[in-house]
């Protein structure tokens, strides 16, 4: 173990010192190659165009070279593989989404992650926003959003063990330690084994990813909401319109593009959601959704690629659309200035 | 928003309440491991978690010491003694002899078995046995009471997780793989940004947008050649295929976009003017990029830094694709996740694990909280 650290500090010291000097030496040895001081007017300008031409790919060549082998290459690679077999060695065609379509598994997930996509993102904003609103008009609001944020640095796994004790189930008549059994027990209800509940278990799944995320669309929303200007608000107290109107007739419209930004960030957090479905039930009792099955299939019998690479790339199907809004907006931006 | 706070009292109130009860349901969970990771194991099972500071009771089963331990008293053959062999402090509040109904009589009352013998057992676990006839068989008489025992708090479910279930072994591995997959993709991202915020070079526009549309691309499209590449690269060198070296310049890898993207814009937005009077007197780009930009950055690098921190601290896909299961690679998470499967029902193992999991991350939250929050915000509003 103490070899591990010495090794990861050596490591974290060359890792980085690798980085500056490849950075500080590249950017020396362009001004050795094209001296930009001590030549003739008319060799220094030259040299410096050549110079300006040259620094910045020294600059993003780093970056682009991690981005294409981490990131590019793979995309096209996977794409490549849905049409191949298993071994990622014979061209199937279409074989492994005609599969895809009629596997009971698939098509299971593909309804869950519907269902997950119906609910979280809504779910987020909605309990995000109210918290943002609430929270802002008493003393306290900063603590009481520390606290509902809180969750958001907890890691799925985590998050994970810490509903499955509250989901926890003893048998009929024992004393109840998951809370969420208690409680219904304390009612005279019958106690569940909620995880293993076919349909409803994705609901108690869901409750995980909307107590972590919840607090990222409150913070988002919460500061969006005070770059509201005080005067509409206050027109419209003089209007006469009472608290209910005010939020949706006057805040929301306005902090509209803000919402749209939550909701997509946390549809695709759903779209890749894996961890906790892999932790508290690994699929089973119908609760499997597209990235916990691709894992799965990536390693289900020593891996099969081409199904693992066709759900992928189910997956990245329904990303493309926010993926192509998000660029749009961005130029739109940039074009601006 | 002052202006529409509701005026009356009720609607004040009625604020006060509903944020109280959101902070409830929030915190509650999270306290529930908390507590129960300082709980002694036995109490886990037998009391709910809210009740911890409350004694709690059990149903115990014991059986009573064999004929051969009688002796005769008053005409009368009895059997004495304590059902807590052990001596511990716990107290008993109804005892009984059938497992049908283990709570039958109270502490302190005497029993009627049947053919005379009585059976009294007392609070402090002390019994008096007593039959007219001599006791016959080397068969103790079965006895069940309810005690409760005070609560009782410790760490020693922390010593055990540490140092016997592999957990700080595990933690340190975590360790190993955060703090460099944190730091390399900074420098990397800070120098890409400044090109693509203040230099000229064709194809600039591209990048960003290829940068952007990185963004969201899902991790899973990544694995597979992945795996692959890192299989063929293992073979071909004789190497292993699963190291830290692979996982750092994997997270590298995955982090490089939103890094770019959140320290570009943050970039971009430097008055331009400082970077013009330095290009006057003379300086190049590396020297504007090192000695003004890198210092006036430092609360974006710091946002992104606990990003990328608590991000791979807390993965789970990653660390299950590219490190393998052995104690000397295995993180946190994945620890966490096998030991759901290992020790499902020991919720003192299961708690205490958690609860170091996620200390790091809670730390580190608390402490930098204003950094995560505006990183947050500048990451997440684009096009807003």
């Not at chain 1, 209007?239 to 593009?257: C, E, L, R, T």
């Not at chain 2, 190993?176 to 890409?192: E, G, H, R, S, W």
């Not at chain 2, 008055?271 to 974006?300: C, N, Q, T």
């Amino acid at each position: 173990m103490a070899a591990q650290i010495f090794s990861a500090i050596f490591v974290i010291i060359i890792g980085v010192g690798g980085c500056v000097a490849y950075f500080w030496g590249a950017n020396k040895l362009l001004d050795l190659v094209f001296p930009s001081r001590g030549v003739s007017g008319a060799a220094a300008v030259d040299n410096l165009r050549r110079q300006g031409l040259v620094r910045p790919w020294l600059f993003v060549g780093p970056a682009m070279i991690i981005l294409t082998i981490y990131l590019i290459y793979p995309v096209i690679e996977t794409l490549r593989l849905s049409f191949l077999d298993r071994g990622g060695q014979n061209f199937v065609g279409l074989a492994n989404y005609e599969w895809a379509f009629g596997d009971h598994d698939f098509r299971n997930s593909i309804l869950n992650n519907i269902l997950w996509l119906a609910v979280v993102p809504a779910a987020c904003t909605f309990l995000g926003l109210i918290i943002a609103v609430l929270t802002d008009k008493i003393w306290w609001g900063t603590i009481a959003k520390s606290l509902i944020f809180l969750p958001l640095a907890i890691s799925f796994v985590g998050a994970s063990v810490i509903w499955k004790f509250i989901y926890e189930y003893r048998g009929e008549g024992q004393v109840q330690i998951g809370l969420l059994n208690a409680i219904i027990q304390y009612f005279g209800g019958q106690p569940q084994v909620w995880i293993s509940l076919p349909f409803w278990n994705n609901f108690f799944l869901m409750v995980i990813l909307i107590w972590i995320q919840t607090g990222f669309a409150m913070v988002i929303l919460s500061s969006a909401l005070r770059g509201i200007p005080e005067e509409t608000l206050e027109a419209a107290v003089i209007d006469g319109a009472n608290p209910f109107q005010i939020f949706w007739k006057i805040m929301v419209p306005q902090i509209w593009g803000t919402i749209a930004v939550v909701w997509t960030t946390i549809t695709i957090l759903v779209l890749k959601v894996f961890d906790i479905v892999l932790t508290m039930t690994n699929g089973q009792w119908n609760s499997q959704v597209l990235a916990n099955l691709m894992f799965d299939w990536m390693f289900r019998g020593g891996g099969d690629f081409g199904r693992g690479a066709t759900i992928a790339i189910i997956i990245m199907i329904a990303v493309i659309p926010i993926m192509v809004w998000n660029i749009r907006q961005a130029n739109k931006e940039t074009g601006g200035h | 928003m002052a202006a529409s706070t509701g005026k009356s009292f009720v609607g004040r109130f009625g604020v006060h309440i509903a944020v109280l009860v959101f902070v409830v349901i929030w915190t509650i969970p999270t306290l529930g491991i908390l507590v129960s990771s300082l709980r002694d194991k036995d109490q886990i099972i037998a009391s709910g978690w809210w009740n911890s500071f409350a004694s709690s009771s059990q149903t115990e089963a014991g059986r009573l010491p064999a004929a051969s331990a009688q002796t005769q008293k008053d005409g009368k053959y009895v059997i004495e003694g304590n059902v807590f062999g052990d001596g511990a402090k716990r107290a008993i509040s109804a005892f009984g002899t059938k497992a049908a109904a283990p709570t039958q009589y109270k502490a302190g009352t005497a029993a009627d078995l049947g053919d005379g013998v009585t059976l009294q057992v007392n609070a402090d676990g002390s019994f008096v046995l007593a039959s007219p006839k001599a006791f016959e068989g080397d068969r103790g008489q079965r006895v069940y009471f309810a005690s409760s025992a005070p609560p009782k708090f410790t760490t020693a479910n922390y010593d055990a997780v540490l140092f016997s279930e592999g957990i700080g072994r595990s933690f340190m591995n975590s360790l190993t793989v955060t703090i460099p997959a944190t730091i390399i993709p900074i420098l990397i991202a800070a120098f890409a940004a400044y090109a693509l915020a203040w230099m000229r070079f064709p194809g600039r526009a591209l990048l960003i947008a290829v940068i952007i549309g990185l963004l969201v691309v899902p991790l899973q499209m990544s694995l597979i050649p992945l795996l692959k590449l890192y299989n063929g690269v293992g073979t071909f060198f004789g190497v292993p295929s699963k190291t830290y070296l692979g996982i750092w310049l994997a997270h590298t890898g995955f982090g490089l976009p939103f890094a770019i993207y959140l320290l570009r814009s943050y970039i971009a937005g430097l008055p331009r003017e400082i970077m013009e009077s330095a290009r006057i007197d003379g300086a190049s780009d590396f020297e504007i990029f090192v000695k003004i930009v890198l210092p006036l950055s430092f609360p974006v690098l710091a946002s992104f830094a606990i990003f990328q921190f608590l991000w791979v601290w807390n993965d789970l896909l990653v660390a299950m694709v590219f490190l393998g299961t052995a104690p000397d690679q295995i993180v946190l998470t994945a620890k966490l996740n096998a030991l759901l499967g290992s020790r499902g029902g020991n919720w003192e193992i299961l708690t205490t694990s958690a609860f170091i999991t996620i200390i790091v991350p809670l730390i580190v939250f608390f402490s930098l909280q204003r950094y995560f929050v505006r990183g947050l915000l500048a990451g997440s509003v684009k096009g807003g």
